[in-house]
């Protein structure tokens, strides 16, 4: 389902691109905060990632992490890139973890799937609200389409990761709220 966003988006994105192309004007001071902050986090989620998959046994919150592992991966080497022709110095990345054997994790050590799933959500709708905030702060239009490619693209694993969880009961929703003098159809009208 993702990569159907992926398509939609990459089409959409070249005909903005192509409305306004000023990938030629330097990059400001704001733009380049943006993009090593952005480069430092997804860096960041990657380990988280990585740590995620040496603990689930769960085939489908692997499948899921490694979908988002690409994602993450894809967003790094686009990024890496634009900030080397740009001359950005590059945020130093966290090491990458060993690959090994959830069954050998204790499990008083390991996070749970629930844990797991719960808190890559998390960092999905921080990523989108960074990758908004980036976006409507570049005046290159170039730059400022790559963040909301990066937004769109975390919208969808989050959209995903909420079908997963709402299946296996993981997804923690905030209880309804009624606003004073709503009527409660069971109760009628509340003062």
Known sequence: M?????????ASL???????????????IGEAMVCWTYL???????AYEEVGLNMTLD?????????????????VNELTKFMRNEGIPLASSPAHKPISDPKSVPVGA???????????????VYAGDMCAASASQCLRTDLGLM????????FALGFSAKELMRKRGWLKVPPAYSPPGATDPEKGPQV
């Open 2 to 10: 993702a990569s159907n966003y992926g398509k939609w988006v990459e």
């Open 14 to 28: 070249k005909v903005l691109k192509s409305l306004n192309d000023n990938s030629k004007d330097p990059v400001h």
């Open 40 to 46: 430092a986090f997804v860096e960041s989620i990657i």
């Open 59 to 75: 085939e489908d919150v692997k499948k899921f992490i490694n979908d988002a592992y690409d994602v993450a991966n894809s967003h």
């Open 110 to 124: 390991r996070m749970t799937d629930d844990e797991l799933m719960n808190t890559l959500t998390i960092n999905f």
């Open 147 to 154: 963040f909301l490619k990066f937004q769109i693209d975390k």
